[in-house]
């Protein structure tokens, strides 16, 4: 799917190749890469670019993906879905200079907003590594729960890790007060 959104503060667009270098800076942070299962650390303009070239237009909704953008910064993060084996799966980061200022609270509520709008699906799953506090904060907030734990690989740690495993229904979502 070819989406785009927007927040009061946020663009969400498709990612571009012209996200390469900012995804790059971003990611080779090991504060930001050891928090997410798919990222090795370090993590070069290379891999960004070989990771911008597996979206394309057209992919159906449960692999959307958003390049985050603030006004007068550009590129500051990503946030998308992935098809997992027990359903979608969302996932997000965020350039270390743009933590702790509600960016990905509202990031994560247009694109579950946009997500149930455009799909039948009953569930969306999420987690995070079990020291990732920030990260849980957000999906506490926004109506998700533990549903167990599990152990993920982490690419930048090189490790298998603790993981919380969330999910959020439909039904919560669309009954949480806005």
């Given at each position: 799917m070819n989406v785009t959104l927007h927040t009061p503060r946020l663009l969400l667009r498709q990612p571009q190749l012209g996200d390469a270098e900012a995804i790059a800076r971003y990611l080779n942070d090991f504060e930001v890469a050891g928090n997410l299962a798919r990222v090795p650390f370090p993590y070069h303009i290379s891999d960004a670019r070989a990771w911008l070239r597996t979206r394309?237009?057209?992919l159906p909704?449960?692999?959307?993906?958003?390049?985050?953008e603030?006004?007068?910064?550009?590129?500051?993060?990503?946030?998308?879905?992935?098809?997992?084996?027990?359903?979608?799966?969302?996932?997000?980061?965020?350039?270390?200079?743009?933590w702790n200022r509600g960016i990905m609270s509202e990031a994560v509520v247009a694109s579950l907003d946009w997500f149930f709008a455009a799909t039948s699906h009953e569930t969306v799953l999420s987690g995070v590594f079990v020291f990732n506090s920030a990260s849980l904060a957000i999906q506490t907030k926004l109506g998700f729960t533990q549903t167990g734990r599990s152990t993920l690989l982490c690419l930048a740690r090189d490790a298998e890790v603790e993981h919380i495993d969330t999910q959020l229904t439909r039904s919560v979502w669309k009954a949480r007060p806005t």
């Open positions: 394309r237009a057209g909704a449960q692999e959307t993906t958003f390049s985050i603030l006004p007068d910064h550009g590129f500051i993060g990503h946030i998308g879905f992935h098809a997992g084996p027990k359903g979608p799966i969302l996932g997000y980061w965020l350039g270390r200079p743009f």
